[in-house]
């Protein structure tokens, strides 16, 4: 007996398609992607910075595909500035560009901690179903709140309608 989809067929990066009979790709809500870790042409990293990256790389959660993230994986204090690493993600099957981005850090219950524009076009492209990690410093200035708290927060693009 045939299902209402059709046959399956192995898609890029070893997703599971689901093909129509006609042959069109249908969307399973179930996919998930897992991006391949990539550095910046001009971050020098160490051994030991490459290891630590990966292990964080491997603890993201797997993306949906057809989506751009960003995953917070460390905070730093400089002064009264503070410096977010994070992972760019890329679930989408070919490369993107972006220009300036506004980014927002909040708490686990979405109060808004800061806020800044970040021009990422010296990024470059970031490649089809890949993960980059970059850091991002947020300054005094940014700040929205009287304290960034050391965990239960999050970055987050700030999405204009």
């Given at each position: 007996?045939?299902?209402?989809?059709?046959?399956?067929?192995?898609?890029?990066?070893?997703?599971?398609?689901?093909?129509?009979?006609?042959?069109?790709?249908?969307?399973?809500?179930?996919?998930?992607?897992?991006?391949?870790?990539?550095?910046?042409?001009?971050?020098?990293?160490?051994?030991?910075?490459?290891?630590?990256?990966?292990?964080?790389?491997?603890?993201?959660?797997?993306?949906?595909?057809?989506?751009?993230?960003?995953?917070?994986?460390?905070?730093?204090?400089?002064?009264?500035?503070?410096?977010?690493?994070a992972?760019?993600?890329?679930?989408?099957?070919?490369?993107?560009l972006?220009?300036?981005?506004?980014?927002?850090?909040?708490?686990?219950?979405?109060k808004?901690?800061?806020?800044?524009a970040?021009?990422?076009?010296?990024?470059?492209?970031?490649?089809?179903?890949s993960?980059?990690?970059?850091?991002?410093?947020?300054?005094?200035?940014?700040?929205?709140?009287?304290?960034?708290?050391?965990?239960?927060?999050?970055?987050?693009?700030?999405w204009?309608?």
């Open positions: 007996m045939m299902s209402f989809f059709g046959k399956r067929d192995k898609g890029v990066n070893g997703r599971e398609n689901i093909l129509a009979s006609d042959g069109h790709k249908v969307h399973n809500p179930d996919v998930t992607v897992h991006t391949s870790l990539m550095f910046h042409k001009d971050w020098e990293t160490s051994k030991q910075e490459e290891y630590v990256y990966k292990f964080h790389h491997q603890r993201l959660p797997a993306l949906k595909p057809n989506q751009i993230s960003i995953s917070g994986v460390k905070l730093t204090r400089v002064e009264d500035d503070v410096i977010i690493v992972f760019l993600r890329n679930s989408l099957e070919k490369a993107v972006f220009d300036i981005v506004d980014l927002l850090l909040v708490d686990e219950n979405g808004l901690l800061a806020k800044k970040f021009d990422l076009s010296k990024l470059g492209e970031i490649p089809a179903l993960s980059m990690p970059w850091r991002f410093l947020f300054e005094e200035g940014d700040m929205l709140a009287e304290s960034i708290p050391d965990e239960d927060w999050k970055i987050a693009f700030e204009k309608r």
